[in-house]
Nanobody, 125 residues
């Protein structure tokens, strides 16, 4: 599956952004869909995911209650709604998908085969 991420930008602390990840080539709902982020000099870290089996959602503790992952099956697109943004949320955000990942591995970016290009999110204080 090919992924195309968009929606990044610059906002002030407390603001909101919605990232989109449009898929082509395969039905995205059959995959585990996830968002990761990477700040300069840091390792890529898990943000949120839809697990392919059962459709349950999972979040990093740092974004729980502020971010929400959702999907539009008709558009084959997954979204990340980000509210109450903080300067520490500044990073390049990536969407990822995989159709064979197991639940215990969804937070491990090395387990994902398909990646979109990153989209920059900058939160100013």
């Amino acid at each position: 599956v090919q992924l195309q991420a968009s929606g990044g930008g610059e906002v002030q602390a407390g603001g909101s952004l919605r990232l989109s990840c449009a898929a082509s080539g395969r039905t995205l709902s059959r995959y585990t869909r996830a968002w990761f982020r990477q700040a300069p000099g840091q390792e890529r870290e898990f943000v949120a995911a839809y697990f392919r089996s059962g459709g349950n959602t999972y979040y990093a503790d740092s974004v729980k209650g502020r971010f929400a992952i959702s999907q539009d099956n008709a558009k084959n697109t997954v979204y990340l709604q980000m509210n109450s943004l903080k300067p520490e949320d500044t990073a390049v955000y990536y969407c990822a998908a995989d159709n064979s990942i197991i639940l215990s591995s969804i937070r491990n970016y090395l387990q994902y085969d398909c990646w979109g290009q990153g989209t920059q999110v900058t939160v100013s204080s």
